[in-house]
């Protein structure tokens, strides 16, 4: 299980939104790939990085301070926020971003989806964001009628790395991940899912950790950390000894 700390990148800073919403913003650093390189320095082996600028405009906007994290944190780095071409995606794969998270083209151009994956094996990571069961696009501001499951299932047999799934109503609110609905989709596909949104405490951990038999392989923190209401060393610690206890019982 891979215990992943979100960097979420706003007008140059390192900041924390509630649900998505733009103007809801707590700033926690003013140099994000100072904090990405904290989150490495305490054990984190995988980075969720996202240009939130970018989400809204449908452009990468911080490419530069990516490209900073890049460079300074030997950390797998994952990017996602308004990657709508193959030029963006080479683009931040030729600076060494290892995984590049694509959303809104799923449901706007799923053949070119189709296509990165074909380009890039194992290095597409599709992002389905949901609210109230329905799943949203464009920074989360436009919603679709179709199911995160509907989505998932359009791109299974093609080398997508995984699926990160969030709960749009959780994120950065704290109230526990929607433990139900990420377990509902890995039950139905045989992608990868990184679960994300909502997580609070290290009992939350615990629970995406107990789903891990059904495909369940990460989960992403980002306020809790922030806020110290969850220890990063602490957290991997645990998902690694479930992990080697999952691997003595098998």
Not at 2 to 21: H, M, N, S, T, Y
Not at 101 to 109: C, D, H, P, Q
Not at 110 to 120: F, G, K, N, S
Not at 198 to 227: N, P, Q
Request: charged letters at 30%; one cysteine or more.
């Amino acid at each position: 299980m891979k215990i992943i700390p979100a960097v979420d990148i706003k007008e140059g800073k390192c900041v924390r939104l509630k649900q998505g919403i733009a103007s809801a913003k707590t700033i926690f650093s003013d140099k994000p790939e100072e904090m990405a390189k904290r989150w490495y320095e305490l054990g984190a082996e995988r980075i969720h990085v996202v240009d939130l600028d970018g989400a809204f405009s449908g452009k990468p906007i911080n490419f530069d301070i990516i490209e900073k994290i890049v460079k300074s944190v030997p950390a797998e780095i994952e990017v996602g926020g308004g990657i709508r071409d193959i030029e963006t995606i080479e683009r931040y794969i030729s600076i060494g971003v290892k995984y590049v998270i694509l959303g809104t083209i799923a449901i706007e151009s799923p053949d070119m989806l189709i296509e990165a994956t074909q380009r890039y094996p194992k290095k597409i990571i599709l992002g389905i964001d949901a609210k109230d069961g329905q799943v949203a696009v464009e920074g989360w501001v436009k919603g679709s009628k179709l199911t995160p499951t509907e989505i998932a299932k359009r791109f299974e047999g093609y080398d997508i790395a995984s699926i990160i799934y969030t709960d749009i109503k959780r994120d950065g609110m704290k109230t526990g991940p929607n433990i139900e609905a990420a377990k509902k989709l890995a039950s139905s596909v045989n992608i990868p899912i990184i679960a994300s949104g909502g997580v609070a405490t290290i009992e939350d951990i615990k629970k995406i950790i107990d789903l891990s038999s059904y495909g369940i392989e990460g989960v992403i923190i980002g306020r809790a950390l922030y806020d110290g209401d969850i220890d990063l060393k602490e957290a991997i610690k645990i998902a690694r000894k479930e992990c080697r206890k999952d691997v003595h019982s098998k």
